[in-house]
């Protein structure tokens, strides 16, 4: 079975590379990558840490890229690869825009699409935008559609788009799993990790922040700087934002928050790097979807600036909550995870509503034709 897998994005990368590591080792399986090339460098980081080295590099990105510029040129260039491979299966992951041009390209060619990571909903195409939009695309075209939570499965089920839906946990739960053992098994890479981060006060609380969606460009991320700001006049907390490359981003953090003196600004992380500081933080703040997952595996209170999800199930478990970009809302729910210990305790356990470590297996089972046991979530701390 020859099984191309297409992607271009540091989330991309991470959720698709435990695939990768299990089918190389599969004997069955002729694994390819074929990497879209957007983000280079945080990309890189991903494949070097996984030892993935991809087979084609379309290299698309350019400055000043539009969405349909970009469409259209992962088309064109991953056109050329699936004439000279002739791939039984097509695999891309999630929401992006490259992976929705994947699969296009893909189902033009006659070839079947298998979609990691199917299903998620907002029912919004405003919410995110345009990844509600790129998820529909490609559940309608893919003939294995690998949920990663039986709630996604059944928004599948409900659309009648034909295909097989198997519902496997997420790939981030593997990559995670593994990350985190690699850190807690080497004693050099931890003092390594700890001397890189050693501005962060251990005497104050962390708060961790991340955010990039294009639904908060504007107004949204102004509010979210001051909300920050009025966060950082406490005397107990030290807050952490890698800040997203995009000045749409960049502008106004580093406009609002530069200058205040327990707010650290520092570069996009590596994988690495960045499970570190989850591992560290006591809050994370964030509009990520691959980190409302990746939190609750590390019992990390999570608060979401956005109105809605995609990502139900963590919010349903009590590990997880919608705040919105409103500075007031954002403050105040913060601050009540800060000062209530009790209301602290009930987010910060450990819950797998998202995976368990085996979705890339259950993946490679699913296309093999091979029996394997469906994701069971442990919603237990």
Not at 323 to 351: C, H, K, M, N, Q
Request: overall charge negative; hydrophobic content about 45%.
């Amino acid at each position: 079975m020859k099984i191309l897998s297409v992607f271009g994005t540091r989330p991309e990368a991470i959720k698709m590379a435990p695939f990768i590591r299990f089918a190389q080792n599969d004997s069955a399986i002729t694994s390819l990558t074929c990497v879209t090339g957007q983000h280079r460098a945080m990309l890189d980081q991903v494949l070097d840490l996984f030892s993935i080295v991809p087979d084609y590099d379309l290299s698309v990105m350019a400055p000043n890229q539009t969405l349909n510029s970009l469409t259209c040129r992962v088309i064109a260039g991953l056109d050329e690869v699936l004439e000279k491979v002739r791939p039984d299966y097509v695999l891309v992951h999630g929401d992006t825009t490259s992976a929705m041009a994947a699969s296009l390209a893909a189902f033009h060619r006659g070839l079947k699409v298998g979609h990691v990571e199917a299903g998620l909903r907002t029912y919004d195409l405003a919410k995110p935008w345009p990844e509600e939009m790129n998820r529909r695309v490609i559940d309608v075209v893919s003939a294995l559609k690998f949920a990663p939570t039986a709630t996604s499965a059944s928004n599948l089920e409900q659309e009648h788009l034909g295909g097989r839906v198997i519902v496997t946990g997420n790939t981030v739960i593997d990559a995670l799993k593994h990350t985190v053992e690699r850190i807690g098994a080497d004693e050099a890479l931890g003092a390594s990790l700890a001397d890189r981060f050693s501005f962060i006060d251990p005497a104050r609380r962390l708060l961790l922040v991340t955010g990039h969606r294009r639904e908060s460009f504007g107004d949204g991320f102004v509010n979210i700087c001051k909300a920050l700001a009025r966060l950082a006049e406490r005397d107990d907390l030290e807050i952490v934002y890698p800040v997203h490359l995009n000045p749409n981003v960049s502008g106004p953090v580093h406009a609002l928050l530069g200058d205040l003196g327990n707010v650290h600004l520092i570069d996009p992380q590596a994988y690495l790097e960045f499970v570190y500081l989850m591992q560290r933080a006591d809050i994370i703040l964030t509009d990520s979807g691959g980190v409302q997952e990746e939190a609750p595996y590390l019992a990390k209170p999570v608060l979401v600036m956005r109105d809605v999800t995609e990502r139900p199930e963590a919010v349903a478990a009590g590990a997880v909550k919608l705040v919105g970009t409103e500075p007031d809302r954002i403050v105040s729910e913060t601050a009540r995870l800060l000062d209530d210990r009790a209301y602290y305790a009930s987010f910060a356990r450990i819950v797998n509503p998202y995976g368990d470590g085996h979705a890339a297996e259950r993946i490679a089972d699913a296309i093999m034709g091979r029996a394997f046991t469906p994701f069971q979530p442990n919603l237990q701390d």
